[in-house]
């Protein structure tokens, strides 16, 4: 089995201006925990995740110290982690998005594309022609192909 009959061909996308509360707003709504960010002729810019965004603090590199510290002005001071918050979401995707990459073309086969997600520790890959994004694989795809073929 090839990568292009497990891919979805229509891809839900963000680009690298979008900020991170439509990212978010997009991932909810499309019932997706990533994005694939792509520039304006659809190359793949790199890939924003819902663990990008969860994650986007310690991206920043607030020394552990600090991280301490904001705790406890958070427990005093609740509003400050809402603010926090709407901080974070107003930045834009560039910022936080992942862009060492892992792809496969449209012709990877299933063993290649198991074993990038078992060595990358992924839930999608996307799929490339060059540097164009025509489909992306989630780990959930593999798992539905082995339960139809076999």
Same mark, same amino acid.
């Given at each position: 089995m090839k990568a292009v009959e497990l891919m979805h061909k229509k891809v839900i996308t963000a680009g690298k201006d979008t900020t991170v509360k439509e990212a978010a707003v997009i991932m909810s709504k499309n019932k997706v925990s990533g994005l694939p960010v792509i520039d304006e002729e659809g190359n793949i810019?790199? &890939? $924003?995740t819902d663990s990008d965004i969860l994650k986007y603090r310690q991206k920043i590199n607030m020394p552990e110290y600090?991280? $301490? &510290? %904001?705790?406890? &002005? %958070?427990q005093a001071h609740p509003g400050e982690l809402e603010n926090n918050i709407r901080e974070i979401l107003a930045h834009k995707v560039a910022d936080i998005m992942t862009v060492k990459l892992v792809t496969v073309g449209e012709t990877a086969g299933l063993g290649e594309i198991i074993g990038k997600f078992a060595e990358h520790? &992924?839930?999608?890959i996307p799929v490339v022609k060059g540097k164009k994004l025509v489909g992306i694989i989630a780990r959930e795809d593999v798992i539905r192909a082995f339960v139809e073929r076999f």
């Open positions: 810019e790199g &890939i $924003v600090l991280k $301490v &510290i %904001e705790y406890f &002005i %958070e520790h &992924i839930s999608r």
